[in-house]
């Protein structure tokens, strides 16, 4: 009898570590998707601010605020408490988070294929199946009771993947691959070095949004929610990190062809200094470098000996 009570007891507690240990590890996955979006958002900070903060707010800007602070807020929600995960403010946020990055992704294809309504309706409806139908299978719960040490239970709930999530989720990877091709088509003709980089970043960027959304579908059918849950949050946090960067990446472009302010490059953080619109008070010679140290001046035809020369007398004829 004494025996089976000490088996039992060592049960309870060997069930009890293993719960606090899988605890443990998600707080880990949490804190370091967290602490990517923070780590991300401090690199950036100084882009947003010349192509963001200094420009009217616009359904651009603010959606791009909304994208980049639903992140934000979520990374330090998980930082004073795991809990905020498992409240309404929690979920409402992570849900504004979700249907800001399908709008952004939206209006990119409207903006590409000249303000066309109709692309932006049909990548729209075609990306908001998803978050519909797991909003809705979130309705239909099912309560289990989980064992804890010392003759202790709590209730958790569980929701069952049904066929419509499972669809829902095939439809996002569909519209993900609209959007790819799409973005792939309209990008085609086009040249230039600086277009080619900003193209190959869009196209970059939605290769790896299909490939996350596409994981996404195949570790959902884990039956593990320490694991399903936090992969879910670094697919968002990956999400609002690419599509953030993307559009500073636009808005510098837009600023290097314009001229008159500095841009980042688009494949580093380094700042690359343009030769127009450069203040006065800043020498000439920092913004060359090694490949335009050796610069021939042309005046109308006119070398730089001519230049320095002055002009030249006529020559006389003798006769």
């Not at 947003?48 to 791009?64: D, K, P, V």
Request: proline share 3%.
């Amino acid at each position: 009898m004494e025996h089976g009570a000490r088996t039992c007891t060592k049960g309870r507690w060997t069930v009890g570590l293993a719960f606090l240990q899988t605890f443990h590890e998600t707080n880990c996955l949490y804190f370091s998707a967290a602490s990517l979006v923070l780590y991300d958002y401090a690199l950036t900070i100084g882009d947003e601010y010349c192509y963001m903060w200094s420009t009217r707010i616009s359904f651009a800007s603010g959606l791009y605020y909304a994208l980049r602070y639903s992140a934000v807020m979520i990374a330090c929600a998980s930082i004073i408490s795991t809990i905020t995960y498992a409240s309404w403010p929690g979920w409402l946020v992570s849900l504004h988070l979700t249907f800001s990055i399908l709008a952004f992704v939206a209006l990119r294809m409207y903006a590409i294929y000249d303000r066309n309504k109709l692309v932006y309706a049909f990548v729209l409806s075609l990306s908001l199946v998803n978050p519909i139908l797991t909003m809705y299978s979130f309705v239909v719960i099912i309560p289990q009771v989980q064992p804890l040490p010392d003759n202790q239970n709590t209730c958790l709930y569980n929701t069952r993947i049904s066929e419509r999530v499972i669809g829902g989720r095939a439809a996002s990877i569909c519209a993900d691959v609209v959007v790819l091709l799409l973005t792939w088509w309209r990008m085609r003709p086009h040249s230039g070095a600086d277009k080619r980089r900003l193209h190959g970043l869009m196209l970059m960027d939605s290769t790896i949004l299909t490939i996350v959304n596409a994981v996404s579908i195949a570790v959902s059918h884990v039956d593990t929610i320490s694991f399903t849950e936090p992969f879910t949050i670094w697919a968002a946090m990956m999400t609002s990190i690419l599509l953030s960067r993307l559009t500073l990446n636009l808005r510098g472009g837009y600023a290097s062809e314009d001229g008159t302010t500095y841009s980042n490059t688009f494949t580093s953080m380094v700042f690359a200094a343009r030769t127009g619109g450069i203040p006065d008070e800043y020498p000439a010679d920092e913004y060359l470098d090694e490949s335009s140290s050796d610069v021939e001046m042309v005046r109308m035809g006119e070398n730089t000996e001519e230049i320095e020369a002055g002009p030249s007398e006529p020559q006389r004829s003798v006769d």
